[in-house]
């Protein structure tokens, strides 16, 4: 009997859920030295860990990225869908404070 865990693929922007054994669970994910994170691999390595592939500290250390930057990518995804993940909106996506913040640090700074 094969253990059956989530792992994603991917339609368009949409992100699907489809089970596979185990044993391949990892290799549907993004490599460990993956330099482009596209929205996908992004939504990929979220669900992952929320589906219990792999722990969150697991995940920063695959990947190589930093907590907080991981943690961005989990609130991003719960608040704006996939498309939040998109590096080029992020901007948009920031709440209001954490914006005028960085506006007015960049005003100081001219």
Known sequence: MTDK???FSTDGDQVKIVRISR???LSHLPPP???RWVVRRKAQV???VRNGLLSFNEACERYN???EEFRSWMTLLDHHGVRGLR???MQEY???AERHASETAASAAE
């Open 5 to 7: 865990q989530p792992s």
């Open 65 to 67: 990225l930093s907590e």
């Open 87 to 89: 590096a080029t909106r």
């Open 94 to 96: 920031r709440p209001v």
């Open 33 to 35: 030295n993956t330099q």
């Open 23 to 25: 044993e391949k669970d």
């Open 46 to 48: 979220v669900a992952a």
